[in-house]
DNA sequence: GAGGCGGCGGAGAGCGCTCTACCACGTGCC
DNA sequence: GGCACGTGGTAGAGCGCTCTCCGCCGCCTC
C-alpha cells in the first residue's frame, strides 16, 4: 500500500551498524554499548520500524499465540455453525473465561485466536491450525464428556490444556473445581436455613461436574437424615431450569428448597416458582451454582456457589505457557474450591 | 519435541519432484500432471506434511487472521482489564458478532484473535500488533463514542472496519443500523396497542445509536399527537435499566408502555415494574431493543427491534476483507434495517 | 520438416529475522 | 610481555516457503 515497511536492514543503515546489534536492542539481548542502544532506538523512532512476526515465527519457532477453542462434541449442521458461538457466549461463564485467560496472555504479549469446534471437520482444523504453527497451543474449553478433541491434541502432541477433566483419561493437564464439595456447601446452606423438602435440578447427568455436584449435595442431605431428594435434569439453559422446575414442582409441591447445578437454570427455577404463587427465599430458598453475572442482576439476586472461572483460566493459560516452554513435560491438574456467596435468594 | 516436522523439501524428495511442483500441488495453481499430483499427494499423506504458516506468511505478507478488537474509550486501570472481557461479554450482543464474524470467516480459512482495548496501552498494542502483521486487518467494535481506536487505525494506514459509524468522522467502512426506524418502530407498536401514557428508557446518550433511536421514537410519537415524552437514561444493562425505570415510575405513575433502548434494560424495567404491581404488558406494556438471546429467556418474553448483529457481522468481515485484499479502497458503509419482533411484553 | 507455441516441471532468488560463529580490542594476571 | 578472558561488534548461514524465470517437450501450422 504505502512505501515498502522499513526492515532491520534498514535501521541497520540509519543507525550504522549492523542487523545483529539492532536485533539485540530490539530483543534485550546480550550487552549493547548503551551510547549504541540510543543510536539504534533513534534510527527506529526515525524509520518507524516494526519487526516483522513472519519473519521472526520462521526462525524461532514460536508465535505469539494461543488457540482458545470451544469444543462441543456434535457433528452439528454447517447452518449452525455460527448459532453455536452465539449460544456458546450467551452463558456468562465463557465471557469469564476469555477474561482469565487473556488475563494471563496479555501481560506476556500473547493472544487468544477464538476457534469453534463443534463438528469433526472444525476439530481437524483446529489440529492442521496448530499443526501449522498458527499457534502454539490450545486451551480447551468442552461442553460436552465425549468431546474428541482432547485425544486428537494429545494425539498429535500439541500443547493443550484443559478446562475441567476430559471424560475419558487423556494426557493431558486441566483445572477443575472441587465440584462435590460444591454440592455439599449448598446443601449445607440449605440444611442451615431449616429447608426440610429438598430437591435439585442438575446439570446434564453425562457431564462429570453434575455428576459430582449431585454426589456432593446428596451425600451431604443424606447425612443429615434427608436419603432421598427428588431430582430432575436439566440441561444448563434458563429453559431446561423451567422445564425442570415445573415438573419437580408438579411431583413435590411442598417443596421448601432447591439446588439448581447452574446460575441459568436457578433463574429459570425463580420464574416458574414464582409463577407458581411461591416466595423466593421466603417459600421455596434457591441456592444456584457459577456465582455467574446473572446472579447479581436477575431478582431476587442469587445465594450461590462460586467458581472461579476467572482464576481457572488464567491457570490454564500458565500451564499452557509451561507445556510450551517445555519447563513442564508431564501433565497435571489443579483443583479449585469452590465457595458458598450468600445473596437473597436462600 | 518429536522429531522435526517435514518440509516442502522433505515431500519433494519423497515424490521425486521439486519442491515448486510440491508448493502448486499444495496450493493448488497451475496445471500438473494429475499423475504428479497423485504422487505428491500420497508423499504428503506418508510424510504427515503440514504445511508453515510463517514461511508462507514472510513472502505472502498474509496472514489466516483478524483482529477482533472490543474497544473501550477508557484508561482503565490495570486491575479492572479482565474484568473488562467478562463485562463485554455479559452482553449477549457481543456473543452474537462473534458468531457472525466467525460465520465468515471460518469458509475462508480465517480465524479471528481477539483483543481488548481499553485503555491507551491497549490500543498501542492493538496497532503494534497489526503494523507486525500479526493480523491482515481489525474489526472494530466500540463501547464508546470517543473511540480513539479507530483515527490511530486510519491513521497508520491499517485496513479496519467498524461496528456503528464512529463518534467523529473517521476514513473507515463500517457497518450500522438505522436506529431512527427502529425507534419508529417501537413508537408505533405501543401506539397501536392502545397505549397513551408512554416513557423512555434510552442509551446513554453520548452513543449516537442512543440519541437516533430516541429521536426516532420521539418524532413518532409526536407526529401521533404525543408531543412531550417521559425520558430517562440508562446504561445499557440491566441495573442501570432497573434505575431508569424506577425513577420514570416515580414521577409518572400513570404510564402504560415503555420503549427502553436495549433488551436488557427492558429485563431491568420488566423487573421494577412487577415490584411495583404493574403486570407486564397487561398494564404496562414494555419494548426493548436488539433481540438478543435474553429477549426470549426472560419472562414475559420481549417483544423488541430486532437489529441482525449476526448478518451485520458477517458484513463486517466481508468489507474487511475486500478492503485487505484491494478490492475495495475507499471507505462505504452498510446500513442495515430493524425489525420489530412481537412476543409477550408488548 | 522447420519454426512457433503452449503446457508443465525445475532452479534459484529472495522474504526479514535470529543466532552461531568469529574478530578486534582492551584488561588483569603471572 | 604474553596470554587468557571478557566485552562489543560484524558476517553470514539458514528458517520454509512462494514465485519468477527458464527450458524441455510435444503438437500445430504452413
Do not use: W
Not at 244 to 252: C, G, I, K, V
Not at 266 to 273: I, M, S, T
Amino acid at each position: 500500500m504505502s512505501r515498502q515497511a522499513p526492515t532491520l536492514e534498514d535501521v541497520a543503515r540509519e543507525a550504522g551498524v549492523s542487523r545483529a546489534t539492532v536485533s539485540r536492542v530490539v530483543n534485550g539481548v546480550r550487552n549493547v554499548d548503551p551510547a549504541i542502544q540510543d543510536l539504534v532506538r533513534r534510527a527506529i523512532e526515525r524509520t518507524g520500524y516494526a519487526p516483522n512476526q513472519a519473519a521472526r515465527q520462521l526462525v524461532t519457532r514460536r508465535t505469539t499465540t494461543v488457540a482458545l477453542v470451544v469444543s462441543g462434541a456434535g457433528d452439528a449442521s454447517d447452518t449452525e455453525q455460527n448459532a453455536f458461538a452465539a449460544r456458546v457466549f450467551a452463558d456468562p461463564f465463557f465471557g469469564r473465561v476469555v477474561g482469565g485467560v487473556v488475563g494471563h496472555l496479555r501481560p506476556r504479549g500473547m493472544h487468544p485466536v477464538l476457534m469453534f469446534a463443534e463438528t469433526p471437520e472444525a476439530r481437524q482444523e483446529v489440529v492442521a491450525y496448530l499443526r501449522q504453527g498458527g499457534a502454539d497451543g490450545a486451551l480447551v474449553v468442552s461442553t460436552h464428556p465425549d468431546d474428541p478433541l482432547p485425544a486428537l491434541l494429545a494425539g498429535a502432541g500439541l500443547p493443550a490444556v484443559l478446562f475441567a477433566r476430559p471424560g475419558r483419561p487423556v494426557p493431558l493437564s486441566y483445572v477443575d473445581l472441587a465440584h462435590r464439595d460444591g454440592g455439599r456447601l449448598a446443601a449445607e446452606h440449605l440444611l442451615e436455613r431449616g429447608c426440610r423438602r429438598i430437591a435439585t435440578v442438575t446439570g446434564p447427568l453425562a457431564v462429570a461436574a453434575s455428576q459430582e455436584r449431585l454426589a456432593g449435595f446428596r451425600d451431604t442431605l443424606a447425612r443429615h437424615g434427608h436419603p432421598c431428594v427428588p431430582v430432575a435434569e436439566g440441561g444448563f439453559t434458563v429453559d431446561s431450569g423451567m422445564a425442570a422446575m415445573t415438573s419437580l414442582l408438579a411431583e413435590h409441591p411442598d417443596t421448601d428448597g432447591v439446588f439448581t447445578a447452574n446460575d441459568l437454570m436457578a433463574q429459570g427455577a425463580v420464574q416458574v416458582l414464582r409463577d407458581h404463587g411461591r416466595r423466593v427465599p421466603r417459600d421455596v430458598a434457591v441456592v444456584g451454582f457459577d456465582d455467574s453475572s446473572v446472579a447479581v442482576t436477575c431478582r431476587p439476586r442469587l445465594t450461590t456457589v462460586r467458581q472461579p472461572v476467572e482464576e481457572m483460566a488464567a491457570t490454564m493459560a500458565r500451564l499452557l505457557d509451561e507445556h510450551i516452554k517445555g519447563a513442564r513435560t508431564e501433565p497435571t491438574s489443579v483443583i479449585f474450591d469452590p465457595e458458598l456467596v450468600v445473596r437473597d435468594s436462600a
